[in-house]
Each structure stands twice: as structure tokens, then as C-alpha cells.
């Protein structure tokens, strides 16, 4: 399993939960594996933030998982979400993504708890203890309430052979150069939109960001960009996908790019699960015209 890390790279983008009268659309989750698969897509995230993972039963999210390989049938990485602020049922999770064939695990940092740095470790080592899946931390200080510190990353890659990266979804780029710098090898993916090309720029392998959803070829494109240090074209895309990637924080993600999805006709409902509700017809008007002015309706 290990040695499909190198594939491990480009836009992953974490594909949205659709629901139907209350119940998750398994048959249009598959199709939009397709969809990003067939527009370019380099790999698929299941059970990010994006797809409402705390609103989902486990077997749900096992299931999502499930549908993905299969309607995947191998052609792109796999990687699964498979945190949660329960430490069995983050166990429960990333046992059955390992049992079933993902090709990498994403655990974000448990939230609501606040543990300590030497928390984390522990907590992180014992969920991937036995397990010969490449393992990546979810860092997104802005939801979990706690940040990874470079120490803390130093020493899981000493003390776990399988911990292969981070999902970087906040703003320091600083952080993500004291990483790189650390740790060569270390694979960075962004998780915060407005940050994909600055940094990629300075070495990010990749993205996880929910606009996917909505634009996955020019993504793609500006990873490819990037790689083809063709610096101007990546600077052109930055700022062509500036105001979407704005967009998706109009309100609590992924509320906009739901709607956004609809709108564009790539879902058949909009549809969430309490405490999230549908964008408002205020933001729908807001939403509206950022797609006009994008040139998509």
C-alpha cells in the first residue's frame, strides 16, 4: 500500500454528501465520482468537512466509502476522512477504510476536546498502530480548536513509518515552509482555498478544497501549472477562481458550494442535515452572482 504514496498528489477534492428527503444519495455520490474523474480529477477525498461528516452515522460514512472504490475501480487515489472527536469511532473509521482498499487515511486533529501536543501523538499513533496505510493529519485549527506544532510532526514521522502528510487548512504559510524545510519528503495538500497556488508555490504536492466541487478542471490545471513552473499561468488561475474560492466561505462551507452545485445543475437537491440549512435567498442572490460574473450561468 505504501508505494502508492507517490501518487498521492494533485487536486483531491472532498466531494459533498448529497442527500434526498432526509437520506444520503448514494446513487448520485456515485456519479459524482465520475464527474470528477472524468474532468480531470487526480484523486477523491471521502468524508471531508465538505461532505458534512458529523451529521452522518458511521455506517453511512463507511458506505460513501464503499461506493467510492467501487465506482472508482481503481482509476485515481482513494483517501478517506476518517476522524472524528471519538477516539473508537476514529478507530472504527480508519480500520474499515483500511480493511476495504483506500489508498490513504486523512485524521483530523480531534475536535471540541483541546488535547495536548503529547495528546495528539499518542492519539494518532495508536489509531494507525498495525495499520499499513499511508496516514495524513487534518489540520484545521479553525474547526478543531487546536493546532499541530512542528514538533509534534517531527516526532510522528520518527515514531509512525506510514505518516506520509498533512491537509493544511488554515492560514500560515510559514508553517507549511517550517514542514517542507523539516521534512523533505512531507506532503503538504491545501485545505484553504484562497491559499492553493501561493502554496503550492512553495512546495504543497496538492489540493483538498472543497471549490473543487464546482471548477475540478481548473484545478487541475493549476496544479499542473505549477508543476510546469509556469508561475504566470498559475497566477492567472489564482486569480480567475479568487472570488469563487471566496464563494465557499460566504457562509459555513458547504453550504455555498451545495447551492452553487444545484444552481449549475451537477446535483438534483440541495439538501443538508440540521444544525446546516440551505443557503438563504439573500446568499442565493450573493452566490448568484458570483457565478454570473464567473461566466457559469
Not at 502508492?4 to 454528501?17: A, H, M, Y
Not at 510532526?153 to 506510514?162: I, N, Y
Not at 489540493?207 to 464546482?214: F, K, Q, S, T, W
Not at 466561505?249 to 439538501?271: A, C, Q, W
Amino acid at each position: 500500500m505504501l508505494s502508492k504514496v507517490d501518487e498521492l498528489q494533485g487536486s483531491i477534492p472532498p466531494l459533498i454528501t448529497p442527500f434526498r428527503d432526509g437520506e444520503v444519495d448514494y446513487d448520485v455520490y456515485a456519479r459524482l465520482v465520475d464527474f470528477q474523474i472524468e474532468e480531470g480529477s487526480h484523486g477523491i477525498l471521502v468524508n471531508g468537512t465538505t461532505s458534512e461528516p458529523s451529521t452522518l452515522t458511521v455506517e453511512e460514512r463507511n458506505k460513501l466509502v464503499d461506493i467510492a472504490i467501487q465506482e472508482n475501480r481503481g482509476r485515481v487515489p482513494i483517501v478517506v476522512a476518517s476522524g472524528s472527536q471519538s477516539f473508537a469511532e476514529t478507530i472504527a473509521l480508519t480500520n474499515y477504510a483500511a480493511k476495504v482498499g483506500a489508498d490513504a487515511v486523512l485524521i483530523v486533529t480531534p475536535y471540541y476536546i483541546r488535547p495536548s501536543q503529547q495528546g495528539l501523538i499518542e492519539y494518532y499513533l495508536e489509531v494507525t498502530k498495525g495499520k499499513n496505510i499511508p496516514w495524513m493529519i487534518y489540520h484545521i485549527p479553525g474547526r478543531a480548536a487546536v493546532s499541530v506544532t512542528l514538533d509534534t510532526v517531527k516526532t510522528l514521522r520518527e515514531r509512525s513509518p506510514t505518516f506520509v502528510g498533512m491537509k493544511h487548512a488554515v492560514n500560515d504559510l510559514g508553517f507549511v515552509s517550517e514542514c517542507i524545510n523539516a521534512l523533505p519528503d512531507f506532503l503538504i495538500f491545501v485545505g484553504l482555498e484562497e491559499l492553493s497556488f501561493p502554496e503550492m508555490a512553495i512546495g504543497a504536492v496538492g489540493l483538498m478544497n472543497a471549490v473543487g466541487n464546482l471548477r475540478p478542471e481548473v484545478l487541475v490545471e493549476l496544479c499542473q501549472s505549477v508543476w510546469d513552473n509556469d508561475l504566470a499561468k498559475g497566477r492567472r488561475l489564482h486569480q480567475s477562481l479568487l472570488e469563487l474560492n471566496q464563494a465557499v466561505f460566504y457562509d459555513t462551507n458547504p453550504i455555498p458550494i451545495k447551492y452553487m452545485m444545484k444552481r449549475l445543475g451537477i446535483i438534483p437537491n440541495n439538501e443538508h442535515r440540521l444544525p446546516m440549512l440551505p443557503a438563504s435567498s439573500e446568499l442565493e442572490k450573493r452566490l448568484d452572482g458570483v457565478l454570473q460574473r464567473a461566466g457559469l450561468i
